[in-house]
């Protein structure tokens, strides 16, 4: 159990890198679409979506 716990650690504990610099330079350069809704979602969307899961059953690979 040790030997996989260090295994993992490891592995999963890495230090960040910093971005790429062509990722920062789209990053700054873009502009925000003011016609997408970045507001969460209401509760009563969030109720309407918990209502279509089927129960029991998990999402298809591209399901949210």
Avoid: Y
């Avoid at 040790?2 to 490891?10: L, R, V």
């Avoid at 990722?23 to 979602?41: C, K, R």
């Amino acid at each position: 159990m040790a030997h996989w716990q260090d295994h993992f650690s490891s592995l999963l504990n890495r230090p960040l890198l910093p971005p790429p610099l062509t990722l920062l330079l789209e990053a700054t350069a873009s502009v925000p679409d003011p016609f997408i809704d970045t507001f969460p979602p209401t509760l009563i969307e969030t109720h309407k979506a918990a209502n279509r899961v089927k129960a029991g059953k998990a999402p298809e690979s591209c399901g949210i």
